[in-house]
């Protein structure tokens, strides 16, 4: 008896796709739990192909792009599906905080939703409710797509009230004046500084060396750590990783495929003199 029961759980394990044996909780949350440090790459060509191999780089996540980039609905449902099995969990920034971006994103199977312009308590709250099931949100019941990428033994309902990010990005002025009471909505994961947009919200157009814009992700991120909420920020490189992470950061968002591209790109033709100066001097017209 005990023979049959052990072959029979062996053959249930066996049957079951790999995010069900593997995903018992969002890896993403486990590694910010621990104090460790989460690096998503961003994708912005709306290929699943580019997604798939940029999921077993080594990246903890996926930042899928809807805000800045064409990506579309479908192709972010086929990148969800080509990355299934492998290290990076889907994460989507959607073009605005509303409740039905938000819920075709998950939907879709994202695990993980990164709301812009989350800036006034108000709009966090939105931001937590999309993302949660009744009683605990407002998430229409519809999850038969989100379910097949996410076939979790539990059911996918409860899985995902467990499972799903809600990433709310600070970058408005109005937002760090009101960051106290942002910091303070129960159910936010994590709080990124959309810093060059923040720099524009200042009048400083991308500067983010000058003392008010410092003085605002200092603030947001002393916000974040009275509330134990991780903190967010885009980052280069591996030595501004380490700089932001002494900072208090510990959620970054990595460059994008084509950045990736173009660097690689440099240290081959460099040193060849081979560049695109004479491209950049082209006139507009």
């Known amino acids: 008896m005990h023979i049959r029961l052990l072959l029979f759980s062996l053959l249930t394990l066996a049957s079951t796709p790999l995010a069900a044996q593997e995903l018992a909780d969002n890896p993403v949350r486990v590694l910010l739990k621990a104090g460790q440090p989460a690096v998503g790459v961003t994708i912005t060509v709306a290929s699943p192909e580019v997604a798939a191999q940029a999921a077993g780089l080594g990246f903890d996540y996926l930042w899928i792009e ?9 192709t972010a449902r086929n990148m969800i599906l080509a990355t299934r099995g492998m290290k990076a969990i889907p ?51 519809g999850p038969g797509l989100a379910a097949f990428r996410w ?11 467990r499972n799903v990010m809600v990433i709310a990005i600070i970058e408005e002025k109005r937002a760090v004046e009101r960051i106290d009471e942002i910091a303070a909505v129960h159910g936010l994961d994590v709080l990124f500084i959309g810093v060059n947009d923040l720099s524009f919200s200042y009048g400083h157009r991308g500067r983010q060396d000058v003392t008010e814009v410092r003085d605002a992700i200092r603030k947001v991120v002393a916000a974040a750590k009275r509330n134990n909420i991780p ?25 994008s495929e084509l950045g990736f591209m173009a660097a690689g790109a440099n240290q081959l033709l460099a040193p060849l003199g081979k560049t ?10």
């Open 91 to 141: 994460f989507i920034r959607v073009p605005v905080n509303e409740p039905w971006t938000a819920k075709r994103a998950l939907d879709i199977g994202a695990l993980g939703v990164i709301f812009p312009f989350t800036s006034t308590p108000e709009l966090a709250r939105q931001a937590v409710e999309a993302c949660k099931y009744p009683p605990l949100g407002r998430r229409g019941a």
């Open 151 to 161: 076939p979790a033994p539990e059911g996918y309902r409860d899985f995902a009230d």
């Open 66 to 74: 809807m805000e800045h980039s064409p990506v579309t609905l479908e």
């Open 231 to 255: 903190v967010g920020r885009p980052a280069a490189s591996a030595e501004a990783i380490a700089q932001y992470r002494n900072e208090g950061f510990s959620f970054f968002q990595a460059s």
């Open 276 to 285: 695109d100066t004479a491209v950049k001097k082209r006139p507009l017209y």
